[in-house]
């Protein structure tokens, strides 16, 4: 069993910055795939961003967002510069343990409770 504890969300001016922390309860080993998610209200949840021993990004925040993690403190983060209003939404960490990488939320066993994410114009 894997906890997730999101953390660092709040509200933000669009083209302002955050950066989001996801502690996992367990070893999270490099092959295991960390991905970030987020639903907007009234809208399916959609992948944003994975990593295990490379990074993937969804379109809409590539360029934009970064994610990374500490294998040490398992810990993997997210940070989102340049955002906008769209990005407004409920931001989830999730764990795979199976392999290959998955940018499908059903894909993924474990999850946070979410941090919000509002993003003012």
């Known amino acids: 069993q894997v906890q997730l504890v999101e953390s660092g969300g709040g509200l933000v001016q669009a083209g302002g910055s955050l950066r989001l922390s996801c502690a996992a309860s367990a070893r999270t080993f490099s092959s295991y795939t960390m991905g970030w998610f987020r639903q907007a209200p009234g809208k399916e949840r959609e992948f944003v961003a994975a990593?295990?021993?490379?990074?993937y990004y969804a379109d809409i925040v590539k360029g934009r967002f970064t994610i990374s993690r500490d294998i040490s403190k398992n810990t993997v983060y997210l940070q989102m510069n340049s955002l906008k209003p769209e990005d407004t939404a409920v931001y989830y960490c999730?764990?795979?343990?199976?392999?290959?990488?998955?940018?499908?939320?059903?894909?993924?066993?474990?999850w946070g409770q979410g941090t919000q994410v509002t993003v003012s114009s």
């Open positions: 999730a764990v795979r343990r199976q392999f290959p990488y998955s940018n499908y939320a059903r894909d993924y066993e474990y």
């Open positions: 990593i295990n021993w490379r990074t």
